[in-house]
């Protein structure tokens, strides 16, 4: 049911946004450069790599010796526009649509924190990720990882389709006040380095 429901609602997505997609595509390319995509391996269901798709949202901008800049100077303010309203995830329904993700579920992390989770929280791969989730919609990158863990791992024990349009909703609110979009004194969020 779950993944009926994923497939019918991001193909649906993506029919409807195709134009509005189209102008994000040209907007990008001009402001942000090519290319206009952010791929990056991630892990999916049981920690399996998947390629997900976002919108890029900062600039390939490097020091005098060829590294690239810390993210804070290369996030412009139409990148940050892009995540504060959410608009850079939207490619990700090409992800749900092939199976990868789901629409809702944990946010998939990096490869690099598979080794850092402790028992429990390596419990949030046990479903698919998700474009948004319950850590989401309570708190996003402004509360810290151990609770988003937590809040992940209550997902998956009591996951239904009802929570899911829950938290559908509760999100679309959350984008429109634009809440929780860093953690505090950073640009993104921190890097989760493991449990202390």
């Given at each position: 049911m779950k993944r009926l429901f994923d497939f019918t609602a991001a193909a649906l997505g993506l029919i409807l946004l195709a134009l509005p997609?189209?102008?994000?595509?040209?907007?990008?390319?001009?402001?942000?450069?090519s290319p206009v995509f952010f791929r990056q391996v991630r892990p999916g269901l049981h920690g399996q790599p998947f390629e997900m798709v976002k919108f890029r949202t900062m600039t390939d901008a490097r020091g005098p010796d060829g590294v690239?800049?810390?993210?804070?100077?290369?996030l412009t303010p139409f990148g940050r526009f892009l995540r504060s309203t959410s608009l850079d995830e939207l490619p990700e329904l090409w992800n749900v649509l092939k199976g990868d993700m789901s629409l809702v579920g944990p946010r998939p992390l990096l490869m690099e924190y598979l080794p850092l989770y402790s028992p429990e929280q390596a419990?949030?791969?046990?479903v698919r990720p998700g474009v948004t989730g319950w850590a989401q919609v309570n708190g996003r990158n402004a509360i810290s990882w151990e609770d988003k863990f937590k809040l992940d791992v209550w997902?998956?024990?009591?996951?239904?389709?009802w929570l899911d349009i829950k938290i559908l909703w509760?999100?679309?609110?959350?984008?429109?006040?634009?809440?929780?979009?860093?953690a505090a004194g950073e640009a993104t969020m921190g890097k989760f380095t493991g449990s202390h």
């Open positions: 997609l189209l102008v994000l595509i040209l907007l990008i390319r001009r402001k942000l450069g690239l800049l810390p993210d804070a100077q290369r419990r949030r791969h046990a997902y998956v024990d009591h996951q239904s389709l509760l999100t679309v609110k959350k984008v429109l006040v634009r809440e929780g979009i860093s």
